[in-house]
């Protein structure tokens, strides 16, 4: 007489698979969460500039003939200032209604193109009809210029 044991059901691995790969997968989610939560270096702007009104943004690296800028609330007005020193008003390309203020170096300018290195550009901003010494806000970043 043979044992009879009892038969047990079989394992399906299928589950155990989706079960793995789940997991797999919310866990990568929280680590490129966590890790695009740490590249924005731009930080917090002030509301006096739009949302995205850097150029370039905070830490970019850009070519010695690149535009810098920024995109300031319409109801301001500005300047730029390359590395502690004010870009001649001259040579500043602004559009005083939508709040723009940009320089791009050349032949024509006093900066022909910008150095290597770390740079900071800062923006002096104020309420459009009033004086600068009335009251000016400023902000600075920071980025890099390459070969």
């Known amino acids: 007489m043979a044992d009879s044991a009892p038969i047990r059901p079989r394992k ?14 919310a866990v990568n989610v929280i680590i490129i969460a966590g890790i695009s939560q740490r590249t924005n270096s731009e930080g917090t ?28 609330r319409n109801d301001l007005q500005g300047y730029l200032e390359f590395d502690g020193v004010p870009i001649p008003l001259d040579q500043q390309e ?42 000016a806000g400023s902000y600075s970043w920071t980025f890099s210029v390459g070969a």
């Open 12 to 25: 399906k691995p299928y589950r155990t698979i989706i079960v793995v790969a789940g997991l797999l997968l």
């Open 94 to 135: 602004i559009q005083a209604t939508q709040g723009i203020i940009q320089f791009t170096p050349g032949g024509d300018k006093d900066l022909h193109q910008f150095p290597q290195g770390h740079h900071r550009i800062t923006v002096v901003y104020w309420p459009r009809g009033q004086k600068e010494s009335d009251g």
């Open 45 to 72: 702007l002030p509301a006096a500039i739009e949302p995205n009104g850097l150029l370039p943004k905070a830490g970019d690296v850009v070519s010695p003939e690149s535009t810098i800028g920024v995109n300031l």
